[in-house]
């Protein structure tokens, strides 16, 4: 069982290139999330997902999109990255109504 | 809406010493809470957790209860190790929903 796997480790991107982070879970949960990690912020819900095909806003969407085509692989995308998306992206699993297992973490820089 | 007030720090303390980081809630209901660590350079992993009033959760020496007279879950530990140093973070769901809500988090350093 490999948990939640998320790639890259680290990304550096230019103002206004585009990229996916890469997030996928063997544990057949319902349940996939991401969130974004800024100093004295604690970590804030992007965006969620409660099964293939469903997908749905969290706190802070705003320059993000997901998609949910399987029950394993939740990516995000930063269509045009911007400075003020530099942070660091944790992906989250869990059965409905269960507790979330976080992924390791991708340290993203933009320039 | 829910949220979440914690101690933010940064604390530094010596090796042995008592720790207390403060958490109180803001929700409609009966949230359930939780303490998360976050050791250098790793993920999120949770440490502790409660369902319900009064609960006391407790893991590696750490603990904390349900208050819902003070809406507080505050986390202790007696004697703080070198290895207890990370950022910790104080959560909360609701009505069974999956969706967390954090704290800031509070950096923990603890010396020799």
């Known amino acids: 069982n490999a948990g939640v796997t998320q790639t890259p480790k680290f990304q550096v991107l230019k103002t206004g290139q585009s990229m996916t982070l890469q997030c996928a879970q063997d544990?057949?949960?319902?349940?996939m999330s991401w969130y974004r990690q800024d100093p004295g912020m604690g970590l804030r819900l992007i965006h969620y997902?409660?099964?293939?095909?469903?997908?749905d806003q969290g706190e802070v969407p705003n320059g993000y999109n997901v998609s949910r085509s399987t029950t394993e692989d939740f990516p995000l995308r930063l269509l045009s990255a911007a400075p003020s998306q530099t942070s660091v992206y944790f992906c989250?699993?869990?059965?409905?109504?269960?507790?979330?297992?976080f992924g390791p973490g991708t340290r993203l820089t933009v320039t | 809406g829910n949220s979440v007030t914690q101690m933010e720090g940064p604390v530094t303390l010596s090796e042995e010493a008592f720790l207390t980081i403060n958490c109180t809630y803001t929700a409609t209901g009966y949230p359930s809470l939780f303490w998360y660590v976050q050791y250098p350079g790793e993920g999120l992993q949770l440490l502790l957790k409660a369902t319900k009033a009064d609960d006391k959760g407790s893991n590696k020496g750490f603990e904390a209860t349900y208050r819902k007279e003070t809406t507080s879950f505050h986390l202790e530990k007696g004697s703080v190790q070198v290895s207890d140093s990370a950022v910790y973070f104080c959560a909360l769901t609701q009505g069974g929903s999956e969706k967390l809500v954090f704290g800031k988090g509070m950096k923990l350093t603890v010396n020799p």
């Open positions: 997902s409660v099964g293939a095909g469903i997908t």
């Open positions: 989250a699993s869990s059965y409905l109504g269960g507790l979330e297992t």
């Open positions: 544990m057949n949960h319902e349940y």
